[in-house]
């Protein structure tokens, strides 16, 4: 079984599984199906949270996680609201699961200096950065669209959505594309939609994107670079032949003062320590 199921706070009503109906079933035996209710009240069970699927009305213990839910991102319109008043006010903000972005592409301050829209990619690292982070640590959120000092300004054709092609500048389309260049860019891993769910929102009349990264318990996360941002050093001890001779991996950790590119020896210790107390 996964280890990320026997934790209660990576499951969801609606959430497609595999079910053990005792807590030593064999996997020849587990059954398929969806959330229809999560029975357990512990917060970790080592054989499974115990939940009841819809279809047949069988508890049993969750053994592997198959499909997200077809839900919204798990945070309501008021929460999100409570949580932008709260950064407003500098009161109660808890940095380590919670990350705003004011744009994914345009550069504010050098299109201001240029007179003309700038886009900026390093921008669009940054927001995959914090993802990555996330995954390897507490999970969390990462909001596009919103000043670090919560105030919403929106997902506009002015800004990230003029570099988009003409049938597809809508926010359906830009949350569709950040989807697909973190599992087949950044992460190149079939499974992050598992783990990482981008939903567009609408919030004070404005469009928003809310990135929700649930926690990785049994694997660590890595980011893909490329070109220019090549590491020798990342390469010789985590790449191991047959690799793009352009092409690294970046390890990222979050920290109440932010993210942390760390060495993937110091890396893979701090991620092992963690889940050992997990």
């Known amino acids: 079984m996964d280890d990320e199921c026997?934790?209660?706070?990576?499951?969801?009503?609606?959430?497609?599984?595999?079910?053990?109906?005792?807590?030593?079933?064999?996997?020849?035996?587990?059954?398929r199906g969806k959330i229809k209710s999560?029975?357990?009240?512990k917060s970790f069970n080592e054989h499974g949270i115990l939940v009841e699927i819809r279809e047949m009305f069988i508890e049993g213990h969750v053994k592997k996680i198959l499909e997200m839910a077809n839900s919204d991102d798990g945070l309501t319109d008021e929460e999100i609201l409570q949580t932008l008043k709260q950064i407003q006010e500098g009161s109660g903000f808890e940095t380590t699961k919670f990350e705003l972005k004011e744009t994914l592409w345009y550069d504010i301050n050098k299109s201001k200096g240029a007179g003309k829209a700038i886009r900026n990619f390093k921008l669009e690292y940054e927001v995959v950065d914090e993802v990555c982070a996330l995954l390897n640590t507490s999970g969390g959120y990462v909001l596009i669209g919103v000043t670090n000092d919560g105030i919403v300004k929106g997902i506009t054709e002015e800004r990230d959505l003029q570099w988009m092609s003409e049938r597809e500048k809508d926010l359906d389309h830009f949350a569709d594309m950040i989807s697909k260049k973190l599992e087949l860019n950044y992460f190149q891993d079939s499974t992050t939609s598992r783990f990482v769910t981008v939903k567009p929102r609408i919030i004070e009349e404005k469009a928003i994107i809310v990135i929700k990264i649930r926690k990785s318990y049994n694997k660590p996360w890595f980011v893909h670079r490329k070109g220019i941002f090549k590491d020798k050093k990342g390469i010789e001890t985590y790449l191991r032949g047959g690799t793009d001779e352009n092409e690294f991996m970046e390890y990222f950790i979050r920290r109440e003062t932010g993210i942390t590119n760390v060495p993937i020896d110091e890396f893979m210790k701090l991620w092992n320590d963690e889940n050992k107390r997990s």
């Open 38 to 41: 999560i029975v357990d009240k």
């Open 6 to 31: 026997k934790h209660r706070e990576n499951l969801s009503k609606g959430m497609e599984i595999l079910l053990g109906v005792s807590k030593e079933s064999p996997e020849s035996e587990w059954i």
